[in-house]
């Protein structure tokens, strides 16, 4: 069964670095998600981006958050200055088209100290 | 604000046993819900959806019932497994390519 893949699958930064998290969506899919999940709370919602261009982003994805689909394959979330609160598991998520169903990364642990 | 939300955050159920996890929602614009179970250090992974034009949807153990008169969203699990346990999230959706919103999440253990 396809699967949405994650890199890594966890990461340690200092604060103030910049961290860049990678996806591989699955292949024919054309929508793409960034959502994130703090330790015992819910997965919120970040950012939604399709046909190349941001969709839908959450007051969470400030300044310091961006996209990119660099090669067409992959679809990267990048924290510019990385601050404590963003630790967290990051989660990627596609979708073929608006009717279906969405498939989950297993997520990256992204722990800022 | 609109906001999916659970009754109970945790539930303890005996092997064997049917279980029912709840959840509200105040979106009356949303039209697609979606079961979702997460295991430790996993993401989210798909249980079971339904569209708003539905009040049922049964898959391979597990039923969703829907009642939108009172926004209202039912994840039942026939026989419960030790596999079982974890974390289930309800989400919804609006119509269009809005993005899903995750209700907090009850933990499901199943007691042997």
């Known amino acids: 069964e396809p699967e949405v893949t994650q890199t890594p699958s966890h990461q340690v930064t200092q604060m103030g670095q910049e961290v860049i998290l990678r996806c591989v969506p699955i292949s024919n899919h054309l929508y793409f998600y960034w959502y994130r999940q703090i330790l015992g709370q819910k997965v919120e919602f970040l950012v939604s981006f399709y046909n190349n261009e941001i969709s839908e982003k959450s007051e969470i994805f400030d300044d310091q958050f961006s996209v990119e689909r660099p090669d067409g394959s992959n679809f990267t979330l990048k924290i510019r200055s990385t601050k404590l609160e963003d630790s967290a598991m990051y989660f990627c998520?596609?979708?073929?088209?608006?009717?279906?169903?969405?498939?989950f990364g297993s997520g990256t642990r992204l722990t800022v100290v | 604000g609109e906001s999916v939300g659970l009754h109970l955050p945790t539930l303890s159920v005996q092997e064997g046993d049917n279980s029912i996890i709840n959840c509200a929602y105040s979106n009356s614009a949303s039209d697609y819900f979606i079961w979702y179970k997460q295991e430790s250090g996993k993401g989210p992974q798909f249980i079971i959806d339904?569209?708003?034009?539905?009040d049922k949807r049964q898959g391979q153990r597990v039923t969703v019932l829907l009642n939108k008169t009172v926004k209202h969203l039912s994840l039942q699990i026939a026989a419960t497994q030790p596999g079982d346990s974890a974390v289930y999230f309800c989400a919804e959706r609006a119509a269009g390519n809005t993005p899903l919103v995750f209700g907090k999440g009850t933990r499901l253990s199943v007691i042997a």
């Open positions: 339904i569209r708003s034009n539905m």
């Open positions: 998520a596609s979708r073929a088209g608006q009717g279906d169903g969405y498939t």
